[in-house]
């Protein structure tokens, strides 16, 4: 039998957040050879808070490595030192011959490898690198993500999605939106490790809060829906509204609302934990473009802790409405939470959840890597 074609991963920094990308090839690098190159964001720097503590992070893993193993799989992991920008002309030129440069070795294996990119940065190095097929895997429709330059991304992905063999997309709505630019495409939604989340995890070592904890995490950004946050806050009597993770220019008026309590990020293995902790796991972000295009991880995640779980409904969250409370107003989501605070999950979205078992990373890893492999 054959070897497995190797594989060539432009993405988000390995191991710095555990994206559907990293969960997928944590899988298939146990079992085929994947060279994984780090890449910078999609965010244009600032000068603020954010961008400098990022930036002293890209900055200490350019310094102190440029290749690594990963627990002794077949992945290998490459960290070329980039230009902090792709938005002008001259900054894309640098940073894709930096790219092509740093794909050399594992472009010329033999038999020529299968590249695979998340990023709608890189349509200079279709052609450049070579390749036996390119692959988007289309995670998110970035263009309409606050705070980045949204018509580049737009001008960039178009040119992407008519130079590669194959779109991956990770929700209807991206499907939608790569048809849109005349890309039809494959749908892959999002996986769970339901072992993981129905571990412990590590310990916290967190403040002490009122309970009960009314908890959600991941990015805290303009995607989320202050007034949600605030009637949540009116009508609760006690408790804690605890947010967790980075900041990206919040409305700073939900961080001081009554109530609302924000720590960073934590490690992802302490998650379990604090979903222990909460009472409810929420996810209160606008129905606004970008939240319409987006797959969040976390909602498979929060559906695996056994929590009652309340979301805004959006096209991501609407096919899970057996499974967790789907609410389309702030009113309503301050009611149910508060009601699932009292009452706990309900045996109907208990059971409802049983079809998480057919969503392991494992079983979309395998159909992943299929669609590279198929002819």
Same mark, same amino acid.
């Given at each position: 039998m054959p070897e497995p074609v190797p594989l060539l991963v432009f993405s988000d920094d390995w191991g710095r957040h555990p994206s559907s990308c990293q969960h997928l090839f944590r899988v298939i690098s146990t079992r085929r050879a994947v060279t994984w190159i780090n890449t910078i964001g999609l965010r244009p720097?600032?000068?603020?808070?954010?961008?400098?503590?990022?930036?002293?992070?890209?900055?200490?893993?350019?310094?102190?490595?440029?290749?690594?193993? $990963?627990?002794?799989?077949?992945?290998?992991?490459?960290?070329? $030192?980039?230009?902090?920008?792709?938005?002008?002309?001259?900054?894309?030129?640098?940073?894709?011959? *930096?790219?092509?440069?740093?794909?050399?070795?594992?472009?010329?294996?033999? @038999?020529?490898? *299968?590249?695979?990119?998340?990023?709608?940065?890189?349509?200079?190095?279709? &052609?450049? $690198?070579?390749?036996?097929?390119?692959?988007?895997?289309? $995670?998110?429709?970035?263009s309409h993500w606050p705070g980045l330059a949204g018509e580049t991304l737009r001008r960039l992905e178009r040119e992407l999605v008519e130079r590669v063999d194959l779109a991956i997309a990770a929700g209807e709505s991206l499907q939608s939106h790569l048809a849109s630019l005349g890309k039809p495409s494959v749908l892959l939604t999002h996986g769970v490790d339901l072992g993981f989340w129905r571990k412990p995890g590590i310990?916290?070592?967190? @403040?002490?809060?009122?309970?009960p904890l009314v908890v959600f995490w991941g990015l805290i950004d303009r995607r989320m829906d202050r007034e949600l946050i605030e009637v949540l !806050?009116?009508?609760?009597?006690? &408790?804690? *509204?605890?947010?967790?993770?980075?900041?990206?220019?919040?409305?700073?008026?939900?961080? !001081?609302? @009554?109530?609302?309590?924000? /720590?960073?990020?934590m490690p992802f293995e302490a998650l379990p934990a604090?979903?222990?902790?909460? !009472?409810?796991? *929420?996810?209160?972000?606008?129905?606004?473009?970008?939240?319409?295009?987006?797959? @969040?991880? %976390? /909602? %498979?995640?929060?559906?695996?802790?056994?929590?009652?779980?309340?979301?805004? %409904?959006?096209?991501?969250?609407?096919?899970w409405a057996d499974c967790a409370d789907v609410v389309d107003s702030p009113e309503s989501f301050a009611s149910t939470a508060l009601e699932r605070v009292r009452t706990g999950l309900p045996e109907t979205q208990r059971q409802a959840r049983q079809r998480l078992e057919a969503e392991s990373w494992a079983a979309k890893a395998a159909q992943f890597e299929g669609w590279l492999d198929a002819e």
């Open positions: 720097p600032r000068f603020d808070r954010a961008t400098v503590t990022r930036g002293h992070e890209k900055l200490g893993s350019w310094l102190t490595h440029n290749a690594s193993g $990963v627990n002794g799989s077949a992945l290998r992991v490459l960290n070329p $030192v980039m230009w902090p920008s792709f938005r002008s002309r001259l900054a894309r030129w640098i940073n894709h011959r *930096i790219l092509a440069r740093a794909a050399k070795p594992a472009s010329r294996l033999e @038999p020529d490898p *299968i590249v695979v990119t998340t990023l709608p940065l890189l349509p200079g190095l279709v &052609g450049r $690198v070579r390749a036996s097929r390119w692959v988007y895997y289309c $995670v998110d429709d970035y310990p916290l070592g967190m @403040p002490s809060l009122p309970e !806050s009116r009508r609760m009597n006690g &408790g804690t *509204i605890l947010l967790v993770g980075p900041q990206d220019c919040p409305d700073a008026g939900m961080l !001081s609302l @009554p109530r609302v309590r924000m /720590l960073s990020a604090l979903a222990a902790r909460a !009472s409810v796991l *929420i996810a209160p972000y606008a129905d606004i473009p970008v939240t319409r295009a987006m797959e @969040p991880l %976390k /909602l %498979k995640e929060y559906l695996a802790t056994d929590k009652p779980v309340v979301v805004r %409904k959006l096209p991501a969250t609407v096919p």
